[in-house]
C-alpha cells in the first residue's frame, strides 16, 4: 500500500517510521509547510516524493492510506480532501476542533476505512480493562473518576497547542481527548457533563478542566485534566472504576484491582502478551498502524473509525459551553 503523510512533526516523522517497516507498506509522498525538513527527509530517500501543498500531493499521488499529523484546525479540509478521493485516513486526535468539522469529514467517507488516533486503544492496560469490565469480574459499574495530568506547561508556550484557534482551546481537547475516548471505550456514552476550566499560565488557553460525566447507563464519575500538574514528565491517564466487588485502576504503565475484601492485583504492562512485530516510539504506535492496514485488508471497520472517534469532541464542544454559561449540558452525538 502507498501511504502519504501530512505533517512530519513529532507524530508525522512516527508514523512515516512505522509505515516504511509495516510489510507490503512504503510511504511515497510527504507533505509539510517546513521545506528544510522535507530536504532532510529527500536526502534519506531518493524514491519519496514531497510537497508543501497537501492538494496538490493528493491530486498527483494515487495513496492507499493518508496520514493527517497536522495541527488539529487543518485536519477537517485535509481528511475530507483524501476521502473525497477514495484514500484511507489516519487522522490524529483530536479528530477535529468541532463536531460540525467531524460531521463534514464524515459526510465524506464513501466507504473509505479510517481511524482516528486514540492510541491508547492499543495498549495492553486499558484493553484488560475492557475486558474485565465488560466481563463483570468486579460486579457491576458503580462510578469512576479519572485523570490525565502531565508537567508540560510551566511558562508561557509558544506554538499551535496554546493557539484556541488552531487547536481548538487547551488541556481539555489536547489531552482530555485522551481520557474521554477512554470512557468511552470501556464504560459507554455519554449523557451530560458539566465543566469547570482553569487558566494557570497560558494567556489563551486553559490549562486545567474539571468535568463531571453522566453516562448513558446513569453511571456518574468524573475527570481531571492538567498540563501544569507537577510529577508528571511522562503522561498519566488513569482511570479508576468502583465496581460493586471492588475498584480496578487502569493506567498506561499499569493495572491493578482491589477487591472489597482487601486482595490487590497489580500487573505492570510488561506482564502482558506483546504481539506487536516492532517498537518504534511506542508499541501502541505501531499496533495501531498494522489495524488500520489490517482492517483495509479484511475489509472491516477499525475500532476507533471516523463515527466512533468524533465522540469525544461531541463531549469537549458540550464541555466548553458548560464552561462559558455555568450549566451541565447534553451531549450530542453525530
Ligand atoms: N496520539 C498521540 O499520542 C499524539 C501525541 C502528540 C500529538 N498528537 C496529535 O498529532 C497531531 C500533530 O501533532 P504533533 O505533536 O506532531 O505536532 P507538531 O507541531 O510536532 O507537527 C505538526 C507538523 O505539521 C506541519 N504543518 C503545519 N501546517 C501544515 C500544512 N498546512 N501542511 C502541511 N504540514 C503542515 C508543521 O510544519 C509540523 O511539522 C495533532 O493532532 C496532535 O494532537 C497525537
Known amino acids: 500500500m502507498d501511504v502519504g503523510v501530512i505533517g512530519l512533526g513529532k507524530m508525522g516523522l512516527l508514523h512515516a517510521a512505522i509505515f516504511n517497516r509495516l510489510d507490503g507498506c512504503r510511504v511515497t509522498a510527504l507533505c509539510d509547510v517546513n521545506e528544510l525538513m522535507l530536504k532532510i527527509l529527500r536526502s534519506g530517500n531518493d524514491d519519496v516524493r514531497t510537497y508543501t501543498d497537501f492538494q496538490i500531493m493528493l491530486d498527483e499521488n494515487d495513496l492507499d492510506i493518508v496520514v493527517v499529523a497536522t495541527p488539529v484546525f487543518l485536519h477537517g479540509s485535509m481528511a475530507t480532501t483524501a476521502l473525497k478521493k477514495g484514500m484511507h485516513v489516519l487522522i490524529e486526535k483530536p479528530m477535529a476542533k468541532t463536531t460540525e468539522e467531524c460531521s463534514t469529514i464524515i459526510g465524506n467517507a464513501n466507504g473509505s476505512k479510517s481511524l482516528v488516533g486514540y492510541c491508547r486503544r492499543f495498549m495492553p492496560t486499558y484493553n484488560s480493562a475492557k475486558k474485565l469490565i465488560e466481563e463483570e469480574e468486579l460486579g457491576k459499574v458503580l462510578s469512576f473518576r479519572s485523570h490525565f495530568y502531565l508537567s508540560q506547561v510551566d511558562k508561557r508556550m509558544e ?176
Request: proline fraction near 5%; glycine fraction near 10%.
Open 159 to 334: 506554538g499551535w497547542q496554546f493557539d484556541p484557534y488552531k487547536g481548538g482551546g487547551g488541556a481539555l481537547i489536547d489531552l482530555g481527548c485522551h481520557a474521554l475516548d477512554m470512557v468511552h471505550y470501556i464504560l459507554g456514552p455519554m449523557r451530560s457533563v458539566s465543566c469547570r476550566t482553569e487558566r494557570v499560565i497560558s494567556e489563551s488557553v486553559e490549562d486545567v478542566a474539571r468535568l463531571e460525566l453522566t453516562l448513558n447507563s446513569g453511571v456518574r464519575g468524573n475527570l481531571a485534566v492538567s498540563w501544569v500538574e507537577s510529577g508528571y514528565r511522562l503522561p498519566e491517564m488513569m482511570l479508576e472504576v468502583t465496581c460493586e466487588k471492588g475498584v480496578a485502576r487502569v493506567a498506561e504503565k499499569y493495572l491493578e484491582t482491589v477487591s472489597n475484601d482487601g486482595t490487590v492485583n497489580k500487573r505492570f504492562k510488561q506482564c502482558f502478551p506483546d504481539p506487536i512485530p516492532f517498537n518504534i516510539g511506542g508499541r501502541e504506535y505501531t499496533a495501531e498502524d498494522l489495524h488500520l492496514v489490517e482492517s483495509i485488508r479484511d475489509a472491516q471497520n477499525t475500532k476507533c473509525d471516523i463515527k466512533v472517534g468524533s465522540m469525544p469532541t461531541s463531549v469537549i464542544d458540550s464541555a466548553y459551553l458548560s464552561a462559558r454559561d455555568g450549566q451541565p449540558q447534553k451531549v450530542r452525538y453525530l
